[in-house]
C-alpha cells in the first residue's frame, strides 16, 4: 500500500482574492502533486479566510440592499466557500497531473460539514473575527438584525466575532474514506461546515473551526502516515524573534507539548497548528506532522527540512 498524507494549505496557498486564487493554485497544484510523485495517496484540506469573509460580506451587502433578501448564515458561507477554492484547487491540479502525463488519478472536491458540540465552552465566548469593519452605529445594526456579536478591533473599527469550537466528528468521513486511493481528494475545506446535531439533523452553526485541528482529526480518523501543515515559515521556532532563537527540526510529542506550556507559540498563529500536530503524532506510533514552508513541502516529507513532530 502507498503511504497516505494529509496536506493542510495556509493562506499562502490560496491568496486573497480571485484573481490572486487563480494565480496561486498553479502554483500550490505543482507542490501537490510533488507529492503524488513521491508515492504518497493524498487527501488536500484548506483554509478560507478571505474567502468566507468576502462571501459573508456580500451576502450581507446583500440584505442590507434588499431588506426581503434575509442574511445568509455563517455555515452556508463556508459552504459556498468549500465549492470555491475547491473548483479553483482540482482544476488546477488535474492541469497539472496531465502535464506530467499522469492520466489515471480523478481530483474531487467533497463538500464536508464537521460536527461540533454546542456545549464547547467556545459558543460563550465568541472570538475568532470574520469579515468587513464597521462603525458603531452599523455593528449595532447587525447585532440587533443579525443577532451578531460585535466588537472594537484595535481602533479600526467594529467587527463580528464567532465561536472557534474544537472538531468532534466529520460527517463526511466514511465517503472521504472510499475515495482515498482512487482520488485526489479535498475536502474539510476552512474547517468544515460547523454543525450541531438536531435529532437526524443537522443545523448550522455560526461559528470557524481551525482548519488545522480539523486537518488533525482527518489524518488520524484516515490512518494517514503523515500530516503536512503549511505555513509561512520553514520552521517553528522557540524565542522566537530573539537572540537565542532557536529552530526547531526534529522533536518528539513531549518536547512539542513543553515547549507550548512554556509559552513559546503565539496563541493567535502557530500554537493551534503544533497543537494540531502533536494531536496527530500521539494518535497512533509511527505517524509524523511536519510544519514547513509551501514550496519545501516534499523537502519536508523527505525529512530536509521543516519541523517534525513524532512520538
Known sequence: MKKRAVIALGGNALGNTLPEQMIAVKGTSKVIVDLVEAGYDVVVTHGNGPQVGMINNAMAALSRENPKQPNTPLSVCVAMSQAYIGYDLQNAIREELLNRNIKDLAVSTMVTQVRVDEEDPAFQHPTKPIGHFMTEEEAKYAEEHYDYKCVEDSGRGWRRVVASPAPVEIVELEAIKQLVGKQLVICCGGGGIPVVHNGNHLSGASAVIDKDWTSSLLAAEIDADVFIILTAVEKVAVNFGKPDQQWLDD?????????????????????????????????????????????????????????????
Do not use: C, N, W
Not at 255 to 271: D, I, N, P, T, V
Not at 302 to 309: F, L, N, P, S
Open 251 to 311: 522533536i518528539t510529542v513531549e518536547e512539542a507539548r513543553q515547549y507550548a506550556a512554556e509559552g513559546q507559540f503565539a496563541a493567535g498563529s502557530m500554537l493551534p497548528k503544533v497543537d494540531a500536530a502533536i494531536k496527530f503524532a500521539e494518535s497512533k506510533k509511527g505517524r509524523t506532522a511536519i510544519i514547513t514552508l509551501l514550496e519545501k513541502a516534499r523537502e519536508g516529507i523527505e525529512g530536509k527540512t521543516g519541523t517534525r513532530i513524532h512520538l
